[in-house]
């Protein structure tokens, strides 16, 4: 398995659908369509059932949300998979089961106790959900959605490569989202709690590997407070969505189903079939389930028209990486910080920081310099938003990708000769930079990302490429052609800029990166020589 543990060593990164043969980018293309045709033909076979990842620091409101879900009507057959430290994992779980009983859909519910998702239990969650699921087991066909509850300690980015490729399943189970709750009034603290090397703690792991944030214990926030604290996810995770809840009380249509780390799968997907013949009661609540969130991401997003899921998909794929970029940039710009925290008090513990570099400097210690990066920002878990209008060429951005996502000096020192042998050493130039900025007397930490998701515009190929990565891995879907997506775009586009929204535009990639130590000159630059155009300069300089 391709996956982080404390005690495994770094496995290379892989792509989820590997090209062995390298072939040339329009080679590439074909060659992924045709795995993704075979894959979606399989798809239409097993259905596999999606998981969404509930993930949160303690007392957020996980197990509120768990419990809400079970009870609410929403047609799906939900077994529950908990992963609690301790001996009160049975009583949680009695006291949810026994308030199951009216409206939940039978859910089941799993244990897994004393060991933790993200390294010592991986092999018995597994084993659980095969299992459950699995072919011949007494529960396949049973159940039609999995909710993982993790600890509160939980960092999800392995278990969360460990679903988006877990083959010994079969594609039984299909990684749907990753849902952080955070606790509105807690959550300013747990970010900022240190950790042993300046390493990046749970809570912003949480948030920053997140597809929705609820931003929960509204009930206990003022306006302002709930203001700061959002400007605070934000400047983490532009790229997720991030809802105010109560009680973890949220619309599921926009929790469940979203389809994250399935676009490869969506096209073919059949609906969620009935519990039964004849029950029509359910077969209504998931029609209905699905036609709400539809609505509702597409009255957001300013998709309109009733589009086939080939052109839909990408175009809900340019709107969040738009809006993500746009979050992002605008972040920055906000505040003299990189992160773009809009928390006041953040801000003011920001400005202290800067007094404090800034005497430093001036009393003669090693301190902010002008024009230099601020590295206690740099430290900080945000995103940038980088785009660039030459096209890429696939391998080379396929070089880069795996140098950035493999951060392990031992992987990136293998990566380093690969990729030098594949795509020109590109996956080098992060720790080149490092290198270069280390002998320029600056102190300067390797990029560590933790979630890439993009739009990429591909030489060679008419067809927009969605791409995105999760922690050591990664996959690049060729979506709709890119002449059909702005045709629809555009009508997105007015829409959203009707409804005070910022829509994609052009055929350009972009890319919003999530991590900490990223520097977006130097990150921009790295992507710019992925591009034809920099190799065809390269040859004739
Ligand atoms: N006031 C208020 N309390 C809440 C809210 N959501 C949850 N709680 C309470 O917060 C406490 C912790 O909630 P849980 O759902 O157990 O949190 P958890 O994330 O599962 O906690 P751990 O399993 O310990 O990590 C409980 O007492 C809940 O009733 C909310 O929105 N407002």
């Not at 080379?396 to 042998?421: C, M, N, S, T």
């Not at 320029?440 to 190929?461: D, I, P, Q």
Request: proline fraction near 4%.
């Amino acid at each position: 398995m391709n996956t982080l543990s404390d005690d495994e060593d770094l496995p290379l990164a892989v792509p989820l659908c590997p090209d062995s043969e390298k072939p040339a980018p329009e080679t590439a293309a074909s060659h992924k369509e045709a795995a993704a045709q075979s894959q979606s033909t399989a798809a239409v076979r097993h259905a596999p059932v999606p998981v969404t990842l509930i993930t949160g620091y303690l007392g957020a409101g996980k197990t509120t949300l768990v419990r809400y879900i079970v009870n609410e009507r929403h047609g799906f057959r939900i077994a529950v998979i908990l992963n609690e430290y301790g001996g009160e994992t049975g009583l949680e779980s009695a006291f949810v089961q026994n308030e199951q009983g009216g409206r939940a859909d039978v859910p089941q519910w799993v244990e897994l106790a004393n060991g933790c998702l993200c390294c010592s239990v991986k092999a018995e969650f597994v084993q659980a959900l095969e299992g459950l699921l699995g072919t011949g087991s007494e529960h396949a066909g049973k159940f039609d959605y999995v909710l993982v509850e993790t600890t509160g300690l939980a960092n999800p980015g392995p278990i969360m490569s460990e679903l988006w490729t877990d083959e010994e399943l079969e594609a039984a189970v299909v990684l749907d989202g990753v849902v952080a709750v955070v606790d509105g009034r807690n959550v300013a603290r747990q970010l900022d709690e240190a950790r042993p090397g300046g390493a990046a703690n749970e809570a912003q792991l949480q948030v920053a590997l997140a597809d929705v944030i609820l931003l929960n214990k509204m009930d206990l926030l003022s306006e302002d407070q709930a203001a700061a604290v959002t400007g605070q996810l934000r400047a983490i995770n532009s790229a997720a969505a991030i809802i105010p809840t109560s009680h973890s009380k949220v619309d599921l249509a926009r929790l469940l189903n979203r389809g994250a780390y399935h676009l490869r799968l969506l096209e073919q997907m059949q609906p969620l079939p009935a519990t039964a013949a004849g029950d029509e009661a359910y077969a209504a609540a998931v029609d209905q389930t699905k036609q709400q969130q539809q609505q509702q991401q597409q009255a957001a997003d300013g998709i309109t028209s009733a589009l086939p899921p080939a052109v839909q998909q990408p175009l809900q794929w340019l709107a969040d990486v738009s809006a993500a970029a746009a979050a992002a940039t605008g972040g920055t710009a906000s505040s003299c910080t990189a992160s773009g925290c809009s928390n006041p008090a953040h801000q003011h513990h920001e400005q202290q920081h800067h007094q404090q570099q800034q005497q430093q400097h001036s009393s003669g210690q090693a301190g902010l310099g002008p024009g230099e990066p601020c590295r206690a920002h740099d430290a900080a878990v945000r995103t940038i938003a980088l785009r660039v209008a030459q096209p890429l060429l696939l391998e080379r951005f396929r070089a880069w990708v795996e140098g950035l996502i493999w951060d392990h000096p031992a992987a990136a020192k293998d990566h380093k000769a690969a990729a030098a042998a594949a795509g020109g050493g590109l996956a080098a130039a992060a720790e080149d930079g490092v290198t270069a900025a280390a002998a320029a007397g600056r102190e300067v930490a390797r990029a560590e990302v933790l979630r890439m998701k993009g739009l990429l515009n591909v030489a060679g190929s008419s067809r927009a490429h969605m791409f995105q990565a999760v922690y050591d891995l990664y996959d690049i879907v060729p979506g709709a052609d890119w002449q059909v997506l702005h045709k629809h775009a555009a009508a997105a586009a007015a829409a959203a800029a009707a409804a005070g929204q910022q829509a994609g535009d052009g055929v350009l990639t972009r890319l919003v990166l999530i991590g900490r130590h990223l520097d977006q000159q130097q990150l921009q630059q790295q992507l710019e020589q992925c591009c034809a155009a920099c190799v065809d300069g390269e040859a004739t300089a």
